[in-house]
């Protein structure tokens, strides 16, 4: 099983990013994918769920801000990020059940 992010980078306070998650050797069709975060010198933390029926949820910091969403055909799952703040700065993941990605940094300089 294999859970890859991708699409982070380096960009300005304002602008906005797509985090894309492709999984491989797992069955996504009945699972939540959730993203998760974790800022430097500080614990990971959830930022935003999406379950296999297309339901999402969001943490409050990023309420608004943030879309996620799903392609159960494609078997990947995408984080939307508009108005980065610099306190999104953080490694971003993607999760599914116990199966993490390796995470992908998303830096937002003021």
């Known amino acids: 099983v294999q859970l890859q992010a991708s699409g982070g980078g380096l960009v300005q306070a304002g602008g906005s990013l797509t985090l894309s998650c492709a999984t491989s050797?797992?069955?996504?069709?009945?699972?939540?994918m959730h993203w998760y975060r974790q800022p430097p010198g500080k614990q990971r933390e959830l930022v935003a769920t999406?379950?296999?029926?297309?339901?999402?949820t969001y943490s409050d910091s990023v309420k608004g801000r943030f879309t996620v969403s799903r392609d159960n055909d494609k078997k990947t799952g995408r984080l939307r990020m508009d108005s980065l703040k610099p306190e999104d700065t953080a490694r971003y993941y993607c999760?599914?059940?116990?199966?993490w990605g390796n995470g992908t940094q998303v830096t937002v300089s003021s």
């Open positions: 050797g797992i069955h996504i069709g009945f699972a939540s």
């Open positions: 999760n599914i059940a116990r199966f």
């Open positions: 999406v379950t296999s029926d297309g339901d999402t």
